[in-house]
């Protein structure tokens, strides 16, 4: 978790200082708190898969096998 932490920080910190410069990232306007709510939904719910349990067969860190 503390790597899924880091990556979603480091994110969300680029998000807010291209929200002063720019305004906007992938066509979303970082102006708007419409689109903060969207973002902040969006991490909750990848924390909610990092933080849960791992899929049976896998340990949490494991990337899947390719094919």
């Not at 708007?32 to 049976?56: G, I, Q, V």
């Amino acid at each position: 978790a503390p790597a899924v932490n880091t990556l979603l920080i480091a994110g969300l910190h680029y998000l807010a200082l291209r929200e002063e410069s720019s305004g906007s990232f992938a066509g979303m306007n970082l102006r708007d708190p419409a689109s903060w709510t969207r973002l902040e939904a969006a991490a909750d719910r990848l924390l909610d898969c990092a933080l849960s349990e791992p899929a049976a067969g896998r340990r949490g860190g494991d990337r899947p096998s390719a094919g």
